[in-house]
């Protein structure tokens, strides 16, 4: 029907959502840019994207026609790569997604060796605690803290993320120290709530239960959406957290938090990587995921994982 040049600069202009940052980005006149998708929806008699004077979307139909124009060119990638060796240079852009504390504790001071390893990679690193959405945000892989919601989605499982109870010492000075799950309400205790979508009922405070996990409505003053503002919660006394034990490690160890109820740690957190699609994954897509599980593994308990993402 057409050919993978034009595949790739419809793929790239819906991505950037802009004709002119995607010819910028190809080293093409955006009149040529302009010209393959005008060719592209008289072949398809369809409109593929929506134009305006300031975006571009994709339609209806341009969703799913981009869907499989990106599985069409990782095909492209791999058939053109499948008799390289693993020590083949690789090449082209790479968009992940990041939780926020995860992409600056961990990932950003381990990337530099990465890109000496791999120099002709592209990394386009979105860090958010907000789920997004792979296929409409044009996201190769996303790394997820917590359960996987989504079954459309492929998941390969890299551990679970150690949690603590935590507080500051001028907050536990006001309150005082709990020692049991009971003092928690006797002593008054409040709680930082944390959810990804403010208005949403929060969680409450986790804590085990039997077999499993229970959770005791805790008050509090303050919500937020975002892991490092609920860090600094915590730090300036605002109430008591609940976070993952290696983004806490440095200010447990210099104690600007203490951990409270050592006993009653809640529920230690998966940590998974997220792809659309089991196949069409790129070799570039691949390296930067098992790269990811090498760095990750001194902060996860690797007690239950799952299969692994293959092509």
Known sequence: M???????????????GSFTHAAESLGIQKGRASNVVRQLEAQLGVRLLHRSTRTVQLSEDGRGFYTRARALLADAEELGSMFLGHDAPLHGRLRVDLPTEFART???PALPAFLDRYPDIELEISSTDRRVDLVQEGIDCVLRVGAIVDET??????????MVNAASPAYLQRHGIPRTLDDLLTQGHRMV??????????????YPDGDGFATLALPGAVSVNNVQAYHGAGL???GLIQAGLSSLKPY????????VLPGLRPAPLPVSVVVAHRQNLSRRVRVFI??????LQPDLDRTATAAPVSS
């Open 252 to 259: 447990l160890a210099n104690g600007e938090l203490i951990e």
């Open 153 to 162: 989605l492929v998941a390969r499982s890299f551990g679970k993320l150690p």
């Open 193 to 206: 709530h944390y959810t990804p979508t403010l208005g949403t009922r929060p969680s409450g405070w986790d």
């Open 290 to 295: 098992d790269w990811l599980e090498q760095i």
């Open 236 to 238: 300036a006394g605002l």
């Open 106 to 108: 961990t990932v950003m």
């Open 2 to 16: 057409t050919n993978l040049e034009a595949l790739a600069i419809f793929v790239r202009i819906a991505d950037m």
